[in-house]
């Protein structure tokens, strides 16, 4: 009779160890998965700002309206001026001040109050020479406007 308590005991407990090793796997998983499916997103926005770009840039007076989708946790985009050298006014953030001081040649700078990504977008002009666009749930609307050999970003109005 005791030997049947003891081996009830130690299946119980091995079934609760098991539960929880699942449990905690699963929510790890689970957890990794929507982690890369935010990467992938952001990544798919960028890509699509930058063929977008391309794609207008060779066709002279075209506009195109375009949404951009931000990342997670990001609130404003900010477009260089990349076809000419830019004017940096005094009160710009000081990582996009660093990044074209240094010749780095990334234009689109995302972050909140500050910039924490960057990416060269191909050769863009924009007026003023910094434009940075708050984005309203989590998306920023700018007007491609197609030079021959460059795009023009503005914000849409």
């Known amino acids: 009779m005791k030997a049947q308590l003891y081996g009830q005991i130690f299946i119980y407990v091995l079934t609760v160890i098991l539960i929880s090793f699942i449990l905690v796997y699963g929510y790890n998983a689970i957890h990794n998965f929507k982690s890369r499916a935010e990467q992938v997103s952001c990544l798919k926005s960028k890509n699509d700002l930058v063929n977008a770009i391309e794609s207008i840039s060779t066709d002279f007076g075209s506009v195109k309206k375009k949404e951009i989708q931000l990342c997670a946790g990001y609130s404003k985009v900010c477009f260089i001026e990349s076809f000419e050298s830019p004017n940096l006014p005094s009160n710009i953030d000081p990582i996009i ?28 002009s924009v007026e003023p020479d910094v434009l940075c666009i708050n984005a309203v749930n989590g998306k920023a609307l700018i007007r491609l406007e197609g030079k021959g050999n460059h795009a023009s970003i503005s914000q849409w109005s």
């Open 97 to 124: 001040k660093d990044s074209v001081m240094s010749n780095t040649g990334r234009n689109v700078f995302l972050g909140e109050s500050t910039a924490k990504e960057s990416f060269y977008a191909g050769k863009i």
